[in-house]
């Protein structure tokens, strides 16, 4: 069992910056990729980016390659977002999520295990 709580939303504006990070507990956090998702308003939920468990692969979204970065701290349990040069589109409530395989984060909208997620809203 995998308990997600992500922190550091906010409001910001328009090419600002902001990091996430999402606080894992139990003691396989280091054995799962992890992944954020976003759900902007009137949209449906989306990948933005994932880490394999060693972080040796990270995977990106297009939208967000070259602004965002995720990264993980095994020893803190603790994984981040990066997110630079943010744009008013990127407003959304962000959610972090652990699964076994990279794959399904990437490919998939699923995960095994997520948080409750965290608002960000970019103003213009």
């Known amino acids: 069992q995998v308990q997600l709580v992500e922190s550091g939303g906010g409001l910001v504006q328009a090419g600002g910056s902001l990091m996430l990070s999402c606080a894992a507990s139990?003691?396989?956090?280091?054995?799962?990729?992890m992944g954020w998702f976003c759900h902007p308003p009137g949209k449906e939920q989306e990948f933005v980016a994932a880490?394999?468990?060693?972080?040796?692969?990270?995977y990106y979204a297009e939208s967000v390659k070259g602004r965002f970065t995720i990264s993980r701290d095994n020893a803190k349990t603790t994984v981040y977002l990066q997110m630079n040069s943010l744009k008013p589109e990127d407003t959304a409530v962000y959610y972090c999520a652990a699964d076994t395989r990279p794959a399904t984060l990437v490919k998939t909208v699923t995960a095994a295990y997520w948080g409750q997620g965290t608002q960000v809203t970019v103003s213009s």
């Open positions: 139990g003691r396989t956090f280091s054995t799962y990729a």
């Open positions: 880490i394999t468990w060693s972080a040796d692969e990270t």
